[in-house]
């Protein structure tokens, strides 16, 4: 078991998640460099999310493509 399938077993994800789909292409392209897979993995299932105001993630179309261009 991974520490993803923990986490939905502990919190499941919403059943249609806010950017949670996206070209991961052109979001890493933006900072030039490849994200994590289990970053990846975490967007696929639960996209844009707040985990009791401690974490909270933006999406991967709009919202991280925005996001990246703080790195810019």
């Known amino acids: ?3 993803f399938d923990d ?3 502990l919190i499941p994800p919403p059943p249609q998640p806010l950017w949670a789909n996206g ?3 052109e979001v890493e392209a933006s ?3 490849e994200l994590p897979s289990d970053f990846k993995q975490l967007m696929g299932g639960y996209g844009a ?3 009791a105001e401690f974490f909270w993630q933006s ?3 709009a919202g991280l493509n925005e996001g990246c261009r703080i790195f810019e």
């Open 23 to 25: 070209d991961w292409n």
């Open 59 to 61: 999406g991967s179309n």
């Open 49 to 51: 999310y707040h985990f």
């Open 31 to 33: 900072p030039g460099m």
């Open 7 to 9: 986490l939905t077993r």
């Open 1 to 3: 078991m991974t520490a």
